[in-house]
């Protein structure tokens, strides 16, 4: 059984920082495409980072800069080191493994809130 188990979401201010965890089962990870996602209300849901097994790594415009994805393989986890965090970065974040050739085998987390409020 694959799960992906999301923690480390919260209420922070503006200019705060949070640290998401993405802790893999069934699946080691280092095998796969790691990204987080999020959605905020009435939005689509866009991807904000991404990792893959090789450690090179991709980020949304918006968060560049600001945003770390990284894995720690001997823990099975992958995490996401957000600073100087904006209101527009509300939203909630799902962590996602997506393997590049088994197309089939697409995992989502059950997500985490972030909320970025004065």
């Known amino acids: 059984q694959v799960q992906l188990v999301e923690s480390g979401g919260g209420l922070v201010q503006p200019g705060g920082s949070l640290r998401l965890s993405c802790a893999a089962s069934?699946?080691?990870?280092?095998?796969?495409?790691m990204g987080w996602y999020r959605q905020a209300p009435g939005k689509q849901r866009e991807l904000v980072a991404s990792?893959?097994?090789?450690?090179?790594?991709n980020y949304v415009d918006s968060v560049k800069g600001r945003f770390t994805i990284s894995r720690d393989n001997a823990k099975n986890t992958v995490y996401l080191q957000m600073n100087s965090l904006k209101a527009e970065d509300t939203a909630i974040y799902y962590c996602?493994?997506?393997?590049?050739?088994?197309?089939?085998?697409?995992?989502w987390g059950q997500g985490t809130q972030v909320t970025a409020s004065s």
């Open positions: 069934g699946i080691n990870l280092r095998f796969y495409i």
């Open positions: 996602n493994a997506r393997h590049p050739i088994l197309s089939l085998h697409d995992y």
């Open positions: 990792i893959n097994s090789g450690g090179s790594t």
